[in-house]
């Protein structure tokens, strides 16, 4: 199986700047893009940003300017660094990956999720 884990989240004051990191383990043979969502109380989990996996990225509108989304293929590790965090940043991020696992065949995957909290 595939195991991807978040990691990150903290307490933040507004302004301040937060990286969170994706690792992907398991049986693994291609990541294709990779994605960062989250999720605030009371609402919809949303799309922050993508990455494929020749490193083209797409952000949502709300992210642009000031998040950037990366990933290291060797290390099969995807990051956000996190700028200029507002009140609204607030969420549990959540990374999710395309992969395919050979006979396991191609599947989207997971994280458990990390904590951002932005103090205003």
């Known amino acids: 199986q595939v195991q991807l884990v978040e990691s990150g989240g903290d307490l933040v004051q507004a302004g301040g700047s937060l990286r969170l990191s994706c690792v992907a383990s398991g049986r693994i043979l291609i990541i294709y893009d990779m994605y960062w969502y989250r999720q605030a109380p009371g609402k919809q989990r949303e799309l922050v940003a993508g990455i494929s996996s020749n490193g083209r990225t797409d952000y949502a509108d709300f992210v642009k300017g000031r998040f950037t989304i990366s990933r290291d293929n060797f290390k099969k590790t995807m990051y956000l660094q996190m700028n200029s965090l507002k009140s609204e940043d607030t969420a549990v991020y959540y990374c999710?990956?395309?992969?395919?696992?050979?006979?396991?065949?191609?599947?989207?995957?997971w994280g458990q999720g990390t904590q951002v909290t932005v103090s205003s």
């Open positions: 999710k990956a395309d992969v395919y696992s050979g006979a396991g065949g191609r599947e989207h995957y």
